[in-house]
């Protein structure tokens, strides 16, 4: 079993900066990609970012590219979330979740394993 726990979110001003963090446990000695989704209320969830396991391919939703950036050592077994600018409609719960795939995926359905969440607010 594989437990993922999420950290970092909290409440921010616009065009502040978050780094949120997944750290992986149970079994994580296995080839697989990273994937970080986003709920806001009353919307489904979306995909922000995923990262191959060779780090040799990362992949953006358009809505944070060139703010957001996905980062993992997998020595640590973590992954990160460094996001930047943020603006209002960033606020949203973020979940980190893992696919037993060296490559990355776009679909919630694609992942196997999701963390519980951390909530980001980012005011006007």
């Known amino acids: 079993q594989v437990r993922l726990v999420e950290s970092g979110g909290g409440l921010v001003q616009a065009g502040g900066s978050l780094r949120l963090s997944c750290a992986a446990s149970?079994?994580?000695?296995?080839?697989?990609?990273m994937g970080w989704f986003r709920q806001a209320p009353g919307k489904e969830r979306e995909f922000v970012a995923h990262i191959s396991w060779n780090v040799g391919r990362t992949v953006y939703a358009d809505s944070v590219k060139g703010r957001f950036t996905i980062s993992r050592d997998n020595a640590k077994n973590t992954v990160y979330l460094q996001m930047d600018s943020l603006k209002p409609e960033d606020t949203a719960v973020y979940y980190c979740?893992?696919?037993?795939?060296?490559?990355?995926?776009?679909?919630?359905?694609?992942?196997?394993?999701w963390g519980q969440g951390t909530q980001v607010t980012v005011s006007s």
């Open positions: 149970g079994r994580t000695n296995t080839v697989y990609s």
């Open positions: 979740a893992r696919r037993t795939d060296p490559l990355g995926s776009t679909s919630v359905g694609g992942y196997e394993y």
